[in-house]
């Protein structure tokens, strides 16, 4: 028995031919990068930043458009009524001036007048010289206090611009009453209205209720 015949069946088994090329599933040859080739970064577009506006219009009054913390000077409006304020108390220093010097002059006008002597004539005399003081000493605290309320208005709170306020009413009461002294009432009356107006105005209002550190 020879191993050699091809029909053997105790024979070594046959050789099997080599796969020819393109026999089964083709290799695929490695990509570059050893796996799926990655997309390149994704970069972010920058977009500019662009500037918050500035307060419409601008404020004049506050240094650098709208400040949230309030105004860094006095507003235009809120030093006007300051210097009205001086006006007006000036005002008041001249109308106590003026009622002064009718008190230096008035015993020896009631003497030229004749009153002098007569009871009933000389206790009317008393009581309108009585009113003549009065006055004189409500017009000199008026002319202080106006002067108290102009010093407080580079640091006062908002009390400082009320008080004006209520300062420039009564103000318009005492032009009323000066409305016969060659014109000074008129000047009173409308200077205590400007007052008024200046310190209600939001510029105001804003300075006297800033932050103070």
């Given at each position: 028995m020879s191993f050699g015949e091809p029909n053997n069946p105790y024979g070594p088994p046959?050789?099997?031919?080599?796969?020819?090329?393109?026999?089964g599933h083709p290799q695929q040859p490695p990509a570059p990068g050893h796996g799926v080739p990655q997309a390149p970064p994704y970069q972010q577009q920058a977009y500019p930043q662009q500037a918050y506006p500035q307060y419409p219009g601008g404020d004049p009054y506050f240094q650098g458009g709208h400040h949230p913390g309030g105004p860094v000077q006095m507003p235009r409006p809120?030093?006007?009524a300051q210097v009205l304020l001086g006006v007006i108390a000036l005002a008041h220093l001249i109308i106590a001036?003026?009622?002064l010097w009718v008190l230096s002059r008035w015993d020896e006008e009631m003497l030229e007048a004749g009153?002098?002597?007569?009871?009933d004539v000389e206790r009317y005399a008393d009581l309108g010289k009585g009113v003549v003081v009065f006055m004189?000493?409500?017009a000199t605290v008026f002319a202080i206090l106006?002067?108290?309320?102009?010093?407080?208005?580079a640091k006062g709170g908002?009390?400082?611009?009320v008080c004006?306020?209520?300062y420039g009413s009564f103000a318009i009461v005492t032009g009323i009453f000066m409305l016969s002294a060659w014109g000074l009432g008129l000047i009173l009356i409308a200077v205590s209205i400007l007052v008024i107006v200046f310190c209600a105005k939001r510029e105001s209002a804003g300075w006297f209720r800033r932050p103070r550190h």
């Open positions: 046959p050789q099997q031919p080599p796969a020819a090329p393109g026999y809120t030093r006007v001036g003026s009622y009153v002098t002597g007569d009871p004189t000493g409500l106006g002067i108290v309320l102009l010093l407080q208005y908002n009390a400082v611009r004006s306020i209520v």
